[in-house]
Nanobody, 124 residues
Framework: QVQLVESGGGLVQAGDSLRLSCVVS????????MAWFRQAPGKERDFVAT????????YYAHSVEGRFTISRDNAKNTVYLQMNSLKPEDTAVYYC?????????????????WGQGTQVTVSS
């Protein structure tokens, strides 16, 4: 059984940093692309960042490029999202997703497995 467990969210002020983690169990982690999405109240789940199975390729939403960094440690079955220079508009529940292939994409429906989410709230 595949499980994804996110952690690291919290309440911070604008300009602060947070690092989210997502630990995966039940699969050979390095075989699968991973991504972070976020969902604000009343909105759709939006793409944030993705990383290939071997970590050689990353891609970001325009709104976070240069501020957020996605990385993975395949030995620890963990994907990270380092978030710097946070803004109030970054407030959302952040979810990690895992595809069944190594190829990363930006569409939520292409990710087969999801965590329960972690709340990030940025105050102004």
């Amino acid at each position: 059984q595949v499980q994804l467990v996110e952690s690291g969210g919290g309440l911070v002020q604008a300009g602060d940093s947070l690092r989210l983690s997502c630990v995966v169990s039940g699969r050979t982690f390095s075989n699968y692309a991973m991504a972070w999405f976020r969902q604000a109240p009343g909105k759709e789940r939006d793409f944030v960042a993705t990383i290939s199975g071997g970590a050689g390729y990353t891609y970001y939403a325009h709104s976070v490029e240069g501020r957020f960094t996605i990385s993975r440690d395949n030995a620890k079955n963990t994907v990270y999202l380092q978030m710097n220079s946070l803004k109030p508009e970054d407030t959302a529940v952040y979810y990690c997703g895992m595809r069944r292939t190594v190829v990363p994409v930006t569409t939520a429906s292409e990710y087969a497995y999801w965590g329960q989410g972690t709340q990030v709230t940025v105050s102004s």
